[in-house]
């Protein structure tokens, strides 16, 4: 089991981005572009397109740990 952490700071809060992204990942235009966001923090960055495509369609457990976000890969 993995944990990733996407933290926040002074210029953006993380919780809001990956909702924001989750939201809009069901339009499949959008898709990489999505993906690129979430890519933005470096623990991400390295991550396959897969990984990421099962994060933003809600298939790993995710929670908010005050301004971070915490999500669990199996």
Sequence with gaps: MTEIRLGSSEFAYAPNIF???????VF??????L????RAWPNV???PDKT????LKGK???????????????
């Design 28 to 33: 499949k235009s959008d898709r990489k572009r």
């Design 52 to 55: 990421i495509d099962a994060i």
């Design 45 to 47: 960055a390295a991550l």
């Design 35 to 38: 993906r690129n966001v979430l």
């Design 19 to 25: 909702a924001w992204a989750q939201n809009g990942y």
């Design 60 to 74: 790993h457990q995710h929670h908010i740990d005050g301004e971070t976000v915490v999500i669990t890969i199996n």
